[in-house]
């Protein structure tokens, strides 16, 4: 029983197998024409089979002209024999006269036969030319069905192509979205923008080391006026030192607004 059940399933993964890759294989187009040759050749076929059918009806046709012809003319002979027969017997010559008699039986009896063989062949050609009739409207039929597959051929062959078409069209589209972030252009676009980044940055770093740059000149130049001044102080009275003057300057600027605020004292005093 498990066998079996083991044999069953790997059966029919072979066949789900097979199937998928003739699904794979299939190409519509090449399918549908083989449809439509295959479709021609039952027309030939049945062409063939309705001609002969039709060739076997004319036969039957022609027999049966044959028989009535015949019948016709068996009759006409027999016609022709009693006439002759009366004659004899009315001349008293009956030996001719039952001779042509006998004649006249005899072509009678061959009416009957081809009569008879003409009548049994009535029912045969009404059932051929039955037969010939149905085959013909079969054989119209079918072509009137080819033509419809080729036209339906050639309607599933564009739509195939077209569909084939938008595809790709389709496929080209999505490989150049610009909104995939998953895309060339994208990724192309954020490495431009990092670059972008490390410049700026870059130029910020520039000009902040351009101003510390600055900014130690002017410590240095303010470090030499303090070392030139100590030099001067160290030096003594040789020169006059700007500091020196710059004190009694600030000493006189004290004394003469000490002056005035005791004077503006006083005078607000004795009022």
């Keep these: 029983m498990v066998k079996q059940s ?21 190409d519509p187009q090449k399918m549908l024409d083989q449809m439509v040759r295959d479709y021609t050749n039952n027309i030939a076929e049945a062409e063939s089979a309705v001609a002969q059918t039709i060739g076997n009806l004319r036969m039957i046709e022609d027999d049966y002209r044959e028989d009535q012809d015949a019948a016709r003319s068996w009759g006409q002979k027999a016609l022709a024999a009693s006439q002759k027969a009366d ?8 030996a001719n006269a039952a001779k042509f ?6 072509a ?4 009957m036969d081809a009569e008879r063989q003409a009548k049994a062949a009535e029912p045969t050609i009404t059932s ?39 595809s790709a069209v389709a496929d080209a589209v999505k490989s150049i979205d610009l909104l995939d972030p998953t895309s060339e252009v994208s990724r192309f676009e954020e490495k431009v923008r990092r670059e972008e980044a490390r410049v700026r940055g870059q130029q910020e770093l520039a000009a902040s080391s351009l101003d510390s740059q600055f900014e130690s000149l002017e410590d240095l130049g303010e470090q030499t006026e303090v070392e030139a001044r100590l030099a001067a102080l160290k030096a003594g009275g040789s020169q006059p030192s700007e500091l020196t003057s710059g004190a009694d300057s600030e000493d006189a600027e004290l004394s003469m607004d000490y002056s005035a605020e005791q004077t503006e004292t006083g005078t607000g005093t004795q009022n």
Excluded at 101 to 106: C, G, T, Y
Excluded at 108 to 111: A, D, F, G, L
């Design 6 to 26: 083991i044999f069953g399933r790997i059966s029919t993964l072979a066949k789900a197998n097979i199937n998928a890759m003739l699904d794979k294989a299939e």
């Design 108 to 111: 009678i009896e061959r009416q």
């Design 87 to 94: 004659q004899f017997r009315s001349s008293g010559d009956e």
């Design 128 to 166: 051929q030319r039955e037969i010939v009739e149905r085959l013909k409207t079969g054989l119209d039929q079918m072509k009137v069905k080819r033509q419809q597959l080729v036209s339906k051929r050639d309607e599933l062959t564009a739509r195939a192509k077209s569909a084939k078409a938008q």
């Design 101 to 106: 008699d006998n004649l006249a039986k005899v």
